[in-house]
């Protein structure tokens, strides 16, 4: 059965390899690579989904990678929301995306996917490279001057990460002896309180939490969100911020679980995690209340929505034993899962918004119910289960979250998400009043593209879906809690 | 398993989508498929409150249930569950007779998005039903909160020209306030380990004190905003003000009425220690809420806006009764709390109806400019008078009735509340006033523009249940009385 994410995997490689063939072989015809791709991409999601559905433990490319249930629900949210990029941009701007481009988001596809698997900290490097370095060229991949810029800061960014990455790595091989992640977890157990170690978990921290848009290492964001090209934004912001959660994960829940920096009892990880997440909800949702263009708007909310996802973390290294850590972590899983669905559904209608009437400011948006009907239910629906509102799929997986860590030490954490969370509210509503409540320059009825749609519908289903059902995704995301510390 | 309640949340659910589709092919057909739905709606409602009244529940038990595991993941687990007593089951009538009675109204004021509108109509009723059959505490919240949102675009959408403003302010109040009732139950459900539970029933009564006072707190501002008591209340008049006078009815006839079931079943049903020790601060805003209603409204020039704190006033009542029996042990006060709730929901919901009809018909709601209503639109004058006396509580309204029994609860709690009775005579001292100003006054133009008698048997059936209750009243209380007598044995 292992065979079948082999498959996916040569799939992809050889998609990747192949596609930019096409630009010598057939210049017109540009959304032949993409049809292409997605094919692919379709087949790898089925394949993926085939294998997670029935597993079978075998060991596989070594200790390099392991095919559990964790990758698979990464492997599937992270394929997922790239097959929505392609399909989009199938009809984003017919003339600019070349077989080029298919085969960079391809690229970036093969290298999410064989991150959500790597158990090995070199693997992991490496397929974090994979992902990260296609979308360097991906965000600047519209020429125009914004986009270039926007696409240097997140390239100097990016490196930056990787080398922070790189590091940890280096010093945590220096101390352990392996870059197999549950020999250096099973060093950390055994030596709770190396200095030494500390700086590494920290270092890892700062360079997987650039990625997953953590508070204080979240600048780049807004800025690469609002220069790349829409698809590519909601590809940053619904995979490639994925990918960094599951490095975390596997990294650094099982690095740093119980783990404590000094002798000091206030200064654990739990603690540090419980203040970024406190930081990093904050300082999202007090930021793009403020926010005039809309890409930034959903840059700055997910920032928010990493805040959130962070509450897991600390109800998991506050005792990772108890059932508070397996509520917190699959609900942040559950939550990583929605954030993809609603801030992909958000990210594409912003695209086809920006794509239509070639604005990105808020003003666009009044009155957009009249001219984009569709688009302009998908974006309300999606911005209410960001904000939390039952029973769309977001307000789930928060409320699981807030469970978590209500006991008396992080208490306060909970009390803080949710009066965060109804703040959220605050800016969502005020685009639900200028889509349905405002009266727009004109009432024409502006053209939503069939592939569109039809990806809108499917977002809808899946957000309405899971709210009214959420029993099966949470036994999906519960199911790879086990995986964490192997 | 009985699965009427199901039937009850589900229909107008599962109409929504139907009607909007039906009412884009044809708009006539639309309305008249609303118009069914709505009556089916109301039949199961009648069905189930005649089911209440037939064998009430004894105290604590509930009629009709149904419960069913919805999610279940380690120590956390939630249940589909619902039932009815004598508290909802007046409610869930009321609120499906003000639904097909809003329907009816919206024929001739609602002239835009007619799809939506109706679709977002069967939303509310399928919400609203929802909350008032929830056991579960995070069910219930759910359908709290989907309430919200057809609310939130009937005010924006087909609101008066501040309709922005007042649906901002509307969502952004009331949101607030649900939030931190969340957090209230999630405190409760934690506090409750090792057997946490959602499920009203099961906690009702088995809370420890020491965990009833921060919930009490928490969800006390998430009703208050509803009911809404002062100083919660600011949204009120502007969403009353703004929403189409069929919303407007659905808002003060059935929105309000969350806030005061919410006091009845879960502030005092949950929480009964931690409330009978600050009664005397709930009876206090109660009354202050009345008064300062009563003394608003004696200065509003807009009819509306003069109705719209009215309900604060009426909705002061509710907390009140609710906390007077708490204190003196005296069951007239949930009784009349319960009562008072019904004959609200008619007699309110009618004069704004009636305020929709006139602004339609006369071009303008200010009292003042108002002027010769008895000659130039004698139908309408007719039932305004009437209309005005059932919120005045003026037997032989229902209405008369229920303040009665709260102010009698709150004099056998604490002597000094008998100001209370000052109430009812400045209502009545401001509606005749007005009626006064507009019905008595001398028109200025001779022309006639009065309501067909279809509108005027419309009315009707707001007026009637309110004379039938007087003489027929063992239809509300007898049912609402092991309500009380269940709340009461708690504290």
Redesign the interface.
């Known amino acids: 059965m292992v065979d079948l994410i082999t498959i996916a995997v040569a799939l992809l490689g050889a998609s990747s390899l192949l596609l930019p063939l096409l630009q010598l072989y057939n210049g017109r015809n540009w959304n032949l690579s993409g049809y292409i791709l997605a094919a692919v991409l379709g087949a790898a999601i089925l394949l993926v989904a085939v294998f997670t559905l029935n597993p079978t433990p075998v060991p596989w490319f070594g200790s390099l990678l392991s095919p559990d249930q964790l990758g698979g629900v990464f492997a599937l949210v992270t394929l997922g929301v790239t097959l929505a990029v392609v399909v989009a941009s199938l009809d984003f701007q017919r003339t600019s995306f070349n077989p080029v481009y298919y085969s960079l988001l391809s690229f970036t596809a093969l290298g999410m996917l064989l991150l959500s698997y790597s158990t090995d900290l070199l693997m992991l490097f490496v397929a974090w490279e994979l992902m990260s370095l296609p979308t360097y060229v991906l965000a600047g991949f519209d020429k125009r001057t914004q986009s270039n810029e926007a696409a240097v800061k997140y390239a100097v960014i990016g490196a930056m990460s990787s080398a922070i990455i790189l590091y940890a790595i280096s010093l945590s091989y220096g101390l352990t002896g392996s870059t197999q992640i549950s020999a250096v977890a099973q060093w950390y157990f055994s030596h709770p309180a190396s200095p030494l170690g500390g700086v590494a978990a920290l270092l890892f921290v700062a360079g997987f939490g650039f990625k997953m848009s953590i508070v204080p290492f979240h600048m780049w964001i807004p800025d690469a969100y609002e220069g790349a090209p829409t698809p590519i934004s909601t590809l940053l912001a619904a995979a490639t911020k994925k990918a960094g959660f599951i490095a975390a994960i596997r990294v650094l829940l099982a690095v740093t679980t119980l783990y404590v920096v000094t002798r000091s009892p206030l200064f654990t990880m739990a603690n540090v995690f419980a203040v970024l997440a406190l930081l990093t909800m904050t300082v999202g949702n007090v930021s793009a209340l403020t926010q005039k263009s809309m890409t930034r708007l959903l840059a700055y909310s997910s920032i928010a929505q990493a805040g959130y996802i962070l509450i897991g973390f600390v109800a998991f290294t506050a005792d990772p034993t108890s059932s508070a850590a397996s509520l917190g972590l699959t609900g942040s899983i559950f939550h990583i899962i929605n954030h993809a669905i609603m801030k992909g559904a958000a990210f594409l209608c912003a695209g086809l918004v920006l794509m239509q009437l070639k604005r990105a400011d808020l003003g666009a948006y009044n009155g957009l119910a009249r001219r984009m009907p569709i688009t302009a239910f998908t974006m309300t629906i999606a911005l209410l289960g960001l904000a939390g509102v039952p029973p769309l799929n977001g307000f789930w997986s928060k409320l699981l979250l807030f469970l978590s860590v209500s006991s008396p030490q992080f208490g306060w954490l909970a009390v803080a998400g949710i009066l965060n969370s109804a703040f959220s509210l605050g800016y969502y509503a005020w685009i639900i009043k200028r889509i349905y409540i405002d009266e727009g320059e004109s009432t024409e009825r502006v053209k939503e593209p069939k592939w569109f749609v039809i990806v809108f519908a499917v977002l809808v289903g899946l957000m309405i879906g899971i709210g009214l059902f959420p029993q099966q995704a949470i036994n999906f995301a519960s199911g790879a809690v086990p995986n964490v510390l192997g | 398993m009985s699965f009427v309640l199901s039937l009850l949340v589900f229909l107008p659910l599962l109409a929504s989508p139907l009607v909007y589709l039906l009412t884009r092919m044809n708009k006539r057909w639309g309305v008249y498929a609303c118009l069914g739905l709505a009556a089916v709606v109301l039949g199961v409602a009648t069905y189930i409150s005649w089911q209440v009244i037939a064998n009430p529940p004894a105290p604590g038990q509930y009629l009709l249930q149904e419960q069913y595991s ?7 687990g939630l249940d589909y569950f619902l039932g009815t007593d004598g508290l909802s089951s007046p409610l869930i009538f009321v609120s499906a007779l003000l639904t097909l009675l809003a329907i009816l109204g919206s024929r001739k004021l609602i002239d835009k998005h007619e799809p939506e509108y109706y679709a977002l109509i069967f939303l509310f009723e399928g919400a609203i039903m929802g909350v008032f059959t929830s056991l579960n505490l ?1 069910l219930f ?2 359908f709290w ?2 309430v919200l ?1 057809p609310m ?2 009937f005010i ?2 087909w609101g008066g020209p501040r ?2 403003y007042a ?2 302010k509307f ?2 109040f009331t ?2 306030g649900s ?1 931190i009732m ?2 209230g139950f ?2 409760v ?2 506090g409750m380990m090792p057997v946490p539970s959602f499920d009203i029933p099961s906690l009702a009564g088995h809370i420890p004190i020491g965990l009833q006072y921060l919930p009490l707190l928490a969800s006390f501002i998430g009703f208050a905003v509803k009911l809404p008591l002062v100083p919660f209340h600011t949204w009120l008049p502007d969403a009353h003000v703004e929403a189409p006078s069929p919303i407007s009815v659905l808002l003060a006839g059935v929105l309000l009425k969350m806030g005061g079931y919410g006091f009845l079943r879960i502030s005092i049903g949950l929480f009964p220690k931690a409330s009978v020790q600050y009664a005397w601060a709930f009876l206090a805003i109660g009354l202050f809420s009345m008064f300062y209603g009563a003394v608003a409204a004696v200065l509003q020039k807009d009819l509306k806006k003069m109705i719209a704190f009215t309900s604060i006033n009426h909705m002061g009542f509710v907390l009140f009764g609710a906390y007077a029996t708490l204190v003196s042990g005296n069951l007239l006060g949930i009784q009349g709390a319960i009562l008072q709730m019904f004959t609200h929901a008619l007699a309110v919901g009618s004069l704004f109806m009636l305020s929709g009809y006139i602004q339609h018909q006369a071009g303008t709601r200010e009292i003042p400019s108002l002027k010769g209503l008895g000659l130039t639109m004698p139908r309408t004058a007719a039932i305004l008078v009437l209309a005005s006396g059932a919120a005045m509580g003026l037997p032989p309204f229902a209405s008369f009735l229920a303040e009665f029994m709260v102010i009698a609860a709150g004099i056998s709690a604490y002597t000094i509340t008998a100001v209370s009775i000052l109430v009812p005579v400045i209502t009545a001292g401001y509606f005749l006033w007005m009626i006064k100003r507009t019905v008595l006054s001398l028109p200025e133009g001779t022309e006639v523009h009065d309501m067909d008698l279809g509108d005027l048997a419309s009315f009707a059936v707001y007026l009637i249940p309110l004379v039938v209750l007087i003489v027929a009243s063992y239809l509300i209380l007898t049912p609402a009385l092991p309500v009380a007598q269940f709340l009461r044995g708690l504290a």
Do not use: N, P
């Open positions: 919805w999610i279940s993941f380690k120590s956390f995070i919240y759910i909160e989907v949102i939130f675009f924006g959408v309709r922005k649906a901002m969502i952004l949101y607030a939030t969340l957090l999630l405190y459900y934690l």
